[in-house]
C-alpha cells in the first residue's frame, strides 16, 4: 500500500501505468476506490495516481484539519514529494472543487482540469449534504453508523442507476470516515464559492454533468461555462452523480479524449 508521511498525517494513494503523469480526486465520503476502473483504463496510456483525502479512505491526519482549503494544500505537497512536476487533475464532486481550487493556486503544476459533478458554488449541494456540514447533525447521524449505513446503501440506488455496486463502495468507505472528517469537509464545501477565482484558468477545462444528479445541480454547468467560457462541457443524459459508473463507455472515451487531445 503506497503512503508517505507528512507533518499533518498519513497519505495513501494509488498508482497504475506508465506514461504522462494524471491524479484523480474522489468526493466526499469516497476513496480512491471510486477510480478502480478508471486507473486500469486509463494506465495504458497515463500514470495514473489515486489518491485518498486526510480522513478518508486510508489516509489519517494528526491535526484535525479536514477543510477543502487543506486538502487543495495536500493536492500540492503530493506532487511535489512524488516528483510530478505538471499533471492533469480529474475530480469528482468535492474532488473536482479541489481541483480547480488548486488550478487556481498552482497554475503552474496543473496542465488540465476535469470536474465531475462538482460544485463551484457550495449552494449547489442538496440540503441533505449542507445539514451535514454542522456538526450537531452529524453527530446525530453518528449515534446510529449501522443505520447510517443502510440508509446509504437504499440512497444509492437514486445516485446511480448501479445502486448495488456504490452502495457497497460507500458503506466500505463510510466505515473509514470519521465524524470530524464527514463535517468539516462537507461544511467547507457548503461554503465555498470558486466564481472568484476560477476567471483566471488558461488551461483546458472539462465538466462532465449527470443531468439526473440529485447531488449537486447539474446548473452548475451554466456556472462553469460563464465564468470559464473556454471550458468544454459534457453532458450524460442517463447518468446521475456518478456518471464513471452510470456509462462507464462513455465517460472513459470522453475522459481520454480529453486528456490526450482537450
Known amino acids: 500500500m503506497p503512503i508517505f508521511v507528512t507533518e499533518q498525517g498519513i497519505v495513501h494513494y494509488e498508482k497504475y501505468g506508465r506514461g504522462r503523469p494524471v491524479l484523480l480526486l474522489h468526493g466526499w465520503l469516497g476513496s480512491w476506490a471510486l477510480w ?21 479512505g ?39 472543487t479541489v481541483s480547480l481550487a488548486a488550478a487556481t493556486r498552482f497554475p503552474e503544476k496543473v496542465v488540465k482540469v476535469g470536474v465531475v459533478g462538482s460544485p463551484i458554488q457550495g449552494s449547489s ?7 451535514s456540514g454542522y456538526r450537531a447533525f452529524a453527530r446525530l447521524i453518528w449515534t446510529s453508523p449501522p443505520l447510517f449505513r443502510l440508509f446509504l446503501r437504499g440512497y444509492a440506488y437514486l445516485m446511480s442507476r448501479n445502486g448495488k455496486r456504490l452502495g457497497r463502495m460507500i458503506t466500505e468507505d463510510v466505515s473509514k470516515v470519521t465524524v470530524d472528517s464527514f463535517f468539516q469537509s462537507i461544511g467547507t464545501l457548503r461554503d465555498t464559492d470558486l466564481r472568484g477565482q476560477i476567471g483566471q484558468l488558461k488551461m483546458p477545462v472539462l465538466g462532465v454533468y449527470g443531468k439526473r444528479d440529485i447531488i449537486v445541480s447539474p446548473k452548475q454547468s451554466r456556472v462553469l461555462k460563464q465564468y470559464v467560457p473556454h471550458s468544454q462541457i459534457a453532458w450524460f443524459e442517463k447518468a446521475g452523480h456518478f456518471p464513471m459508473l452510470d456509462e462507464p463507455e462513455h465517460f472513459h472515451e470522453t475522459l481520454r479524449d480529453f486528456l490526450n487531445n482537450g
Open 58 to 96: 486510508d489516509s489519517f491526519e494528526y491535526t484535525g484539519n479536514f477543510s477543502v482549503d487543506n486538502f487543495v494544500n495536500l493536492v500540492g505537497e503530493f506532487m511535489d514529494r512524488l516528483g510530478i512536476v505538471k499533471a492533469p487533475l480529474i475530480g469528482h464532486s468535492m474532488g473536482g
Open 125 to 131: 449541494l442538496n440540503l441533505l449534504l449542507k445539514l
Open 36 to 56: 478502480r476502473d478508471t486507473i486500469e483504463i486509463l494506465g495504458h496510456e497515463f500514470s495514473t495516481y489515486a489518491l485518498d483525502f486526510f480522513g478518508f
